[in-house]
Structures are given as C-alpha cells and as structure tokens.
C-alpha cells in the first residue's frame, strides 16, 4: 500500500507563485512515476505534470514555461513550482504515484484570484 500526503495549496492573485509538496510512503518501488494532476469544478481532471524515478518530465501545454516540477528520490517526495499563476488555474491538485498501479492523493485546493 501507498500513501500520499499533499500540501502547499492556498489562495493566491494572479502572477503569484505558489509550491505543492507530496511525501509518498510505504511499498515504493525504486523505479516510479510522479506527478500531479488537477480537476477544476465541472471538469476532468487533467494532466499537469509528471516525473520518473529517472528525471524525464512530461507538462501539459498550460503548465510549460509556468510550472517545474521536480522530485527528491530519497524522500519520496514531488514537488510543483507554480509561477505566473492564472484564475484558470483554479483547481484541486491532486498528486499521484505510479507504482505497479497508480495511487492518488486527497487533493490540495488552489486558487488564483484575478
């Protein structure tokens, strides 16, 4: 079993910045993916950004030349540097790890006011 414990979100204006964090602990391959996802109200969750165990990222296009996301493979840890924050960023961001399966977070709430 996984666990995956999210934090950082909060309130913010747009052009802030703003850092999620997420600690993954228990049965962890040394070989995974991270990532973040989010899902605004009335729609799918998306695709923000990933990493493997390796360092390869992948972004959505919104989140290119805006977010980084980066990872500490001895903590188990993913973060997600959000600059240049948008209203339309507004979302619960949710983490996830590719074990064998994929595992979720709770969700971390973000909002950008204009």
């Known amino acids: 079993q996984v666990r995956l414990v999210e934090s950082g979100g909060g309130l913010v204006q747009a052009g802030e910045s703003l850092r999620l964090s997420c600690a993954a602990s228990?049965?962890?391959?040394?070989?995974?993916?991270m990532g973040w996802y989010r899902q605004a109200p009335g729609k799918q969750r998306e695709l923000v950004a990933t990493?493997?165990?390796?360092?390869?990222?992948n972004y959505a296009d919104s989140a290119k030349g805006r977010f980084a996301i980066s990872r500490d493979n001895a903590k188990n840890t993913v973060l997600l540097q959000m600059s240049h924050l948008k209203p339309e960023d507004t979302a619960v961001y949710y983490c996830?790890?590719?074990?064998?399966?994929?595992?979720w977070g709770q969700g971390t709430q973000v909002t950008v006011s204009s």
């Open positions: 228990g049965s962890i391959f040394r070989l995974n993916s």
């Open positions: 996830t790890i590719t074990v064998l399966k994929d595992y």
């Open positions: 990493i493997t165990s390796g360092g390869r990222t």
